[in-house]
């Protein structure tokens, strides 16, 4: 017999609190451990591959499981699978002792990890973001192969998985780019941000993503007061105040120079930069700090001081380790924090001396920076998308249960992933916010970076139509940068839906419904004596299946993996169809047979489900053509029922480029002559918009009756600003005018 007993004096620090090890000799494949929290400590958050077990000895606190709360005191056990994140929290007023016992059962640990639904995904809401568009341009390829296709292929295998999902974005209205373009075109910031928000939106509808809440920045009605509480709690944790700080300002005008006004070299990494941001290294700049800094105004600057809000960000450099330590954070990003604290100290400006923006309270003379401002953009828009779906959610409440993934470029990744766990730190003290990050690189043009700026791009209008989108999603997904910087080709995009997709993907289907005509008369047969090679086959699509959920799944999301695993799936099936061919037309071997052509239609099937994040028309036509409608995320590989009628000769799924042949809208009368009734118009819009029945009534309801999220109302201004030349306010498309009383109005503004 051996008796441990809890010994303070043989303490250390481990995990963030005091441990000390049981001594078991002669047992093999156990740990045990003494464990203090003390009050208002708490361990680190970790996770492991053991089973781990606590066994609360005295005291009380929570222990904090994937995000979710749980009382503890005496007599308290607790079992934590492998890879579980949890954290003991100390409440009370006393010392937390606990025995810690951990074990590992690799089989089980393989087992959690494969499981779709980890880290409690299937049991709180996930809000999933993928970073708001600035509206000084349309979308192109390179913002649509990156946060967007990402998120919202992300969204749809964790709806298929039975998981409350939901993808927010919207337009970055306040971003300097705004102003720089509306100078360019002798135009407003207002102007220019309704003008390319609602394009955004189109060129989004257009690539079958819509997200469930859009925010527009600039009209949005409780946006501004909401944004102005949250940087008035910043101010109140006393951590971000006005400060005297070194700025740039232009040598002529003597215009403070921030973000698109100004260019150097990076100090960190010696690259050609902007202001405030590196996109090469990802660290931020102080402006004033830039090498060789140039006004893009005048060409020349000078440095000087200006009193700004700011914030020590350097002193935050463990709340910001700890958060990483909650989530999904990938190493680049975790490496991206060692550099930015490796400074000594880092004053960062909230604040900036401009009129586009909204200014903090108190301070007229200048405005919120919209990147600091991004971060209230995104609890702003839960509390928008609960109010339309009934959720109480509140943008001043944020919730321990939320869990929050963010898609964004890499560029991106400072504001992301240090900046805004420092500020909800600070206005939600009590708020430990969980969240996701998933980063691309830039994906390239012909071997140069996509630039709204530049016009150096394939604009998303360009090529997406509804006889390309799946072509052009599959691409994107198949070339996404991952983990490094990739290259779009039209050459090469063209000639990959052209060998891939035409003659692989919708060859092998024709060849399959022709073959299925020919010796079942279209009907699939049930399976008959199964042959090794059909077990092996059958495993091999099993494989695949687990592959691509890997790949799709929370932890090890990856659209490039996941489109390769969709391609093996074809791959395979052509492979195992014309080795079973040989025996298609032989006496005596029929049972097989009709075993091969039920496992090759099985693939088919596979294929329909499993492809649906990533081309949800093909996947839902051929879903469709099977006999199938809306299915779930496959667990296992299930053959099609026997008797089911299939029709796959023939089909078309697949073009490159759009038809060339567009049916026109009807002219827009000219102002002297008199406009015809626009509510068929404007109702069959609204139908389409809403995917609503085309012979659903509509005309005595108003949009938000009808269920319009904000993007499709700004889908519906856009249609009546290329339609009609009017540029209606959401606020009106929003308000309690039904789409009657809208057409009558839009009658009267085509008159004036």
């Not at 935050?316 to 909650?326: D, G, P």
Request: hydrophobic share 40%.
């Amino acid at each position: 017999m051996r008796i441990d007993t809890f010994d303070p004096a043989s303490l250390s620090d481990a995990f963030g609190i005091d441990m000390s090890t049981i001594d078991l000799p002669g047992v093999v494949g156990l740990g045990a451990g003494w464990g203090r929290v003390a009050p208002g400590k708490r361990s680190d958050a970790h996770q492991h591959d053991e089973i781990e077990m606590f066994v609360i000895v005295s005291g009380s606190g929570e222990v904090v499981v994937d995000g979710a709360r749980h009382p503890v005191g005496p007599g308290t056990v607790i079992k934590f699978d492998p890879f579980e994140t949890h954290v003991l929290d100390n409440t009370g007023d006393a010392d937390v002792v606990f025995v810690t016992c951990y074990w590992r059962e690799p089989r089980h640990a393989g087992e959690v990890a494969v499981r779709p639904d980890r880290r409690r995904f299937a049991e709180r809401p996930v809000f999933v973001f993928s970073t708001p568009p600035t509206p000084n341009g349309d979308l192109h390829l390179g913002h649509l192969s990156g946060p967007y296709l990402g998120a919202d292929a992300f969204v749809r295998f964790q709806r298929m998985n039975g998981v409350r999902a939901w993808h927010l974005t919207g337009s970055d209205d306040h971003q300097s780019y705004v102003v720089a373009r509306a100078a360019q075109e002798q135009s407003t910031p207002e102007q220019v941000a309704a003008h390319y928000s609602a394009e955004i939106a189109r060129t989004l509808e257009l690539m079958d993503i819509r997200p469930d809440q859009f925010t527009v920045t600039s009209t949005d009605p409780r946006y501004r007061e909401g944004l102005r509480d949250f940087f008035t709690g910043l101010e109140a944790s006393g951590k971000v105040a006005r400060h005297e700080l070194p700025a740039l300002f232009d040598e002529e005008t003597g215009q403070y120079l921030y973000e698109v006004d100004v260019a150097g070299t990076c100090p960190s990494c010696a690259a050609a930069t902007s202001g405030n941001i590196c996109e090469e290294c990802g660290e931020p700049n102080l402006v004033a700090d830039l090498v060789e800094a140039r006004s893009n105004i005048s060409g020349s600057a000078r440095t000087g001081s200006l009193a700004r809000l700011a914030l020590p960000l350097h002193e935050f450099r463990e709340a910001v380790a700890t958060h990483h330590r909650l989530g999904r954070v990938p190493a680049r990003l975790r490496e991206l924090a060692e550099r930015v604290f490796a400074r000594e100290t880092f004053e960062l400006p909230l604040s900036h001396s401009a009129q586009w923006g909204v200014p903090p309270r108190g301070v007229e003379d200048q405005v919120i920076w919209v990147w600091p401002e991004m971060s209230y953009g995104f609890l702003h828009g839960i509390a928008e998308l609960g109010a339309r779906i009934g959720e109480t959610w509140h943008a001043d409440k944020p919730e321990q249960d939320w869990k929050i993934v963010h898609f964004f470029g890499y560029d991106n990744s400072f504001y992301h992933s240090i900046l805004y766990p420092v500020l909800y730190g600070l206005a939600f003290p009590d708020w430990e916010p969980d969240i996701d990050y998933h980063v691309n690189e830039f994906y390239l043009l012909d071997n140069q970076k996509f630039s709204t700026s530049r016009r150096h791009a394939v604009w998303g209008k360009d090529i997406l139509a509804p006889e390309t989108v799946d072509a052009v999603r599959f691409y994107l997904s198949r070339t996404r940068s991952e983990g490094e910087r990739t290259n779009f080709e039209r050459e090469a995009y063209t000639a990959t839906v052209r060998d891939v997709l035409i003659d692989g993907w919708q060859g092998w289907l024709d060849d399959l419904g022709r073959r299925l005509n020919t010796r079942f008369g279209g009907v699939v047969p049930d399976a008959g004596i199964w042959t090794p090679e059909h077990t092996a086959f059958y495993a091999r699509l099993g494989g695949r299946l687990a592959a691509v959920t890997a790949h799709l799944g929370q932890d090890g999301f990856s659209l490039r993996a996941a489109t390769a695993e969709l391609e093996g799936i074809v791959t395979d099936a052509r492979a195992f169809a014309e080795r079973e061919e040989v025996l298609a037309g032989a006496s005596g071997w029929q049972s097989e047979n009709r075993t091969a052509m039920a496992l090759e239609v099985a693939a088919a099937r596979l294929l329909s489900r499993v492809a649906t994040p990533v081309m949800p028309r093909f996947a839902g036509r051929l879903a469709a053509l099977l006999g199938e409608s809306e299915p779930a995320w496959p667990s296992t590989v299930d053959l099609v029922p026997a008797g089911t009628r299939v029709d796959l000769a023939g089909q078309v799924f697949f073009a490159s480029e759009p038809a060339t042949h567009r049916p026109q809208e009807p002219a827009v009368p000219a102002p002297h002559e008199a406009a015809p009734d626009p509510l068929p118009w404007l109702a069959d819009l609204v139908r389409s918009t809403l995917g609503l029945p085309a012979e659903a009534a509509v005309a005595d309801k108003t949009l938000r009756e009808l269920g319009a999220s904000s993007l499709q109302a700004v889908a519906v201004q856009y249609q009546i600003l290329e339609r009609l030349d009017l540029d209606v306010p959401m606020s009106e498309l929003l308000s309690e005018r039904n789409v009657a009383e809208l057409s009558r109005q839009l009658t009267e503004e085509v008159a004036r």
